[in-house]
């Protein structure tokens, strides 16, 4: 059913929520899982090979592969990838170049309500742009 899945990802517990969903569903349906984290927008008005830049990108790759990776479970069929970019618009693009079937986003928690999600506006135009369906996984457990 779902031969691309892309992961909207943030580095909080809701994003980890996320990326667990993510994982489950393309072991299941035997798909490929792209993971993409937006950097700074402001970030852009960097070069591609600015020493800074390149440093940025290098320690969320190291990231990725240090708290992340280790969370796919022998899952590898799965690519990260992260830039400098509005995350929700970023996302939409992403999803239309790789055909991606589904997108999935976590929802952050209203501390004072018990599962109650609540999303951002990134994830509010995400889901008015997206080209595809839109998972929204809930920060409960």
Same mark, same amino acid.
């Given at each position: 059913?779902?031969?691309?899945?892309?992961?909207?990802?943030?580095?909080?517990?809701?994003?980890?929520?996320?990326?667990?969903?993510?994982?489950?569903?393309?072991?299941?349906?035997?798909?490929?899982?792209?993971?993409?984290?937006?950097?700074?927008?402001?970030?852009?008005?960097?070069?591609? %090979?600015?020493?800074? @830049?390149? #440093?940025?990108?290098?320690?969320? #790759?190291?990231?990725?592969? %240090?708290?992340?990776?280790? @969370?796919?479970?022998?899952?590898?069929?799965?690519?990260?990838? /992260? %830039?400098?970019?509005?995350?929700?618009?970023?996302? /939409?693009?992403?999803?239309?170049?790789?055909?991606?079937?589904?997108?999935?986003?976590?929802?952050?928690?209203?501390? #004072?309500?018990? /599962?109650?999600?609540?999303?951002?506006?990134?994830?509010?135009?995400? @889901? #008015?742009?997206?080209? /595809?369906?839109?998972?929204?996984?809930?920060?409960?457990?």
């Amino acid at each position: 059913m779902f031969d691309r899945i892309l992961l909207a990802f943030k580095f909080t517990a809701a994003g980890r929520l996320a990326l667990d969903k993510a994982v489950q569903l393309a072991k299941e349906h035997g798909s490929e899982l792209r993971i993409f984290h937006a950097l700074d927008y402001r970030l852009k008005e960097l070069d591609r %090979s600015d020493p800074k @830049l390149t #440093e940025i990108i290098a320690q969320t #790759e190291d990231r990725f592969e %240090s708290e992340l990776k280790p @969370l796919l479970n022998g899952f590898d069929n799965a690519q990260f990838g /992260c %830039s400098p970019a509005d995350p929700a618009m970023e996302v /939409c693009k992403i999803a239309r170049y790789v055909n991606a079937d589904l997108i999935i986003v976590g929802s952050h928690q209203l501390p #004072e309500k018990t /599962c109650l999600a609540r999303v951002d506006y990134v994830g509010m135009t995400i @889901l #008015e742009k997206a080209p /595809c369906p839109v998972m929204l996984v809930p920060h409960c457990k």
